[in-house]
């Protein structure tokens, strides 16, 4: 009985040493674990003390008026105004500097000779513009050219061997890698705040030109034009932009890509302005109820609502209710794809562009236009489609030659009532339907008839798309009959 007895107790220790070397096995690990996951954790300070002597901090005043009319302590309704007003002279009003009309920013050095990047909103009216150095010295600056579509501006220092920033490529950048972004929140000279890229290619509201990274980087009044890293220390972004509610940060941040702002201040830095292309459409999301009606492989594009008269885009044969998927060489995802990519085209250049037609994928050559603000042409969003219990829920009825000249349209059919799908679609009465599309082909409509006759093929639960007048622009708008 020793015997085995003495087996089970050398057993039961083997099993206690066992269990022994287990645990401190894991508790190795997990501080090995730990180790690894503090030594992975980036370091800025380098990146701070290497790069952060080309951020500068920039303060814009902008003139006002003299002591004006008035006389030192005397109102001008002070009986004794008009005494002094006739017997001292007084000097002629001169503007001056108001030193509480300032706004305060940053920017960076991207020459030695003392180029400088920041946000146009920045400098925007200033009379005078100081740039400070981190070593303390400070010079008047001249604006080279500012873009205020971008919100980019160049101004200009008299100094030479001035640190550089190195310009770094946007488009490597992922979601979720580190960024830092150094300026002057609040007027606290290069103050540093880090995050994450949250998003990239954002579009935000009349921003049809800039695609912006979303970061979650602290950014407040005071940052806007200065820098966002990598961890490499390359600028990546120019910080231009915060969500707020509050007028400070909130988590979202923008910030404007590098390489567009970079060729933005070439052409600043050539000619004083800023060219970009135009082709003459509004245009609209393809939402996969459309995608569908349009019969498309896939809901992706942005779909022509209209074309300008006259423009390129009528020039080269784009029709309403085209929906482009690229332009030169570069794939139009989203809509709001489309006025960046032909934004950076260079007026004056023929480009290929593919686009469905009837369902169909072709090929059309195109020569771009010069955007202006009076040429240019916003896109107006596609209706919210909801279900119906009618099959459309439309009244029509033929337009008065009144109506045609008002709204300039040649066909058309005006409505006078709406329900069910139509109501819920947010087609109004006084709206003029041009056009039926179903199964990738668009009928006009010039006849009541014609278009009882359309609507009398339509399936309960078919998507029917109209393309719908109203006021000085129009859109295509979804129906779901019958639902």
């Given amino acids: 009985m020793w015997c085995g007895g003495g087996a089970a107790g050398m057993n039961v220790g083997r099993l206690l040493r066992a269990l022994v070397f287990a645990l401190s096995c894991v508790f190795a ?8 996951s503090l030594i992975a954790l980036p370091d800025f300070t380098q990146l701070v003390q290497r790069h952060g002597a080309a951020v500068v901090n920039i303060s814009a005043a902008q003139a006002g008026k003299g002591a004006g009319p008035g006389f030192p302590g005397l109102a001008p309704d002070d009986p004794m105004f008009d005494f002094f007003r006739r017997f001292i002279p007084r000097k002629p009003e001169h503007p001056r500097i108001d030193p509480d009309n300032k706004s305060l920013g940053s920017g960076f050095i991207v020459s030695a000779d003392g180029y400088i990047l920041t946000n146009a909103h920045v400098i925007e ?21 500012a873009d205020a579509r971008s919100d980019v501006a160049l101004i200009k220092i008299d100094a030479t061997d001035l640190p550089r920033l190195a310009i770094g490529d946007p488009d490597k950048l992922q979601v979720g890698e580190w960024v830092v972004a150094i300026g002057s929140p609040f007027g606290f000279d290069h103050s540093v705040t880090a995050g994450i890229v949250s998003a990239k290619g954002r579009s935000l509201p009349d921003e049809n030109f800039v695609p912006f990274i979303q970061t979650d980087v602290a950014i407040n009044p005071g940052n806007s034009g200065g820098p966002l890293f990598n961890l490499k220390g390359e600028v990546v972004g120019i910080n231009s932009q915060i969500y707020s509610q509050t007028g400070g940060f909130m988590g979202l941040s923008f910030a404007i890509p590098i390489n567009l702002a970079m060729e933005i201040q070439g052409q600043l830095k050539s000619s004083g302005r800023v ?12 939402t996969r109820a459309l995608a569908e009606t349009f019969a498309l492989p896939r809901a992706e594009g942005a779909l022509v609502s209209a074309v300008e008269p006259g423009g390129p885009a009528a020039k080269a044969g784009i029709e309403q209710g085209d929906v482009i998927v690229r332009f030169a060489g570069k794939a139009v995802e989203e809509s709001s794809d489309l006025p960046r990519i032909v934004s950076t085209s260079r007026p004056g250049s023929q480009v290929n562009l593919a686009l469905y037609r009837a369902g169909a994928l072709r090929e059309i050559n195109i020569v771009v236009g010069e955007w202006t603000d009076e040429g240019g042409s916003r896109a107006r969003r596609s209706e919210r ?17 009144a109506q045609k000249r008002e709204r300039n349209v040649e066909h058309g059919l005006v409505i006078e009532r709406v329900q069910g799908a139509a109501a819920r679609a947010d087609l109004q009465v006084g709206d003029i339907v041009l056009a039926i599309v179903s199964g990738g082909r668009q009928i006009a409509l010039k006849s009541v008839d014609g278009f ?15 393309l719908v007048h109203r006021g000085s622009g ?10």
């Fill in 29 to 36: 690990a997990s501080a090995a674990c730990a180790a690894g």
């Fill in 125 to 145: 009216g200033a009379e005078e513009i100081i740039v400070r150095l981190v070593d303390k010295r400070e010079f008047r600056a001249r604006v080279v050219g």
């Fill in 275 to 286: 060219q970009r292309g135009r082709i003459g459409v509004a245009i609209q999301e393809v």
């Fill in 385 to 401: 489609v909801q279900p119906a219990p009618n099959k459309l829920g439309l009244v029509l009825a033929l337009p008065t030659p």
């Fill in 452 to 466: 009882a006759r359309q609507a009398a093929e339509v399936k309960d639960g078919q998507l029917v798309t109209l």
């Fill in 474 to 483: 129009t859109s295509y708008v979804t129906l779901r009959a019958g639902d």
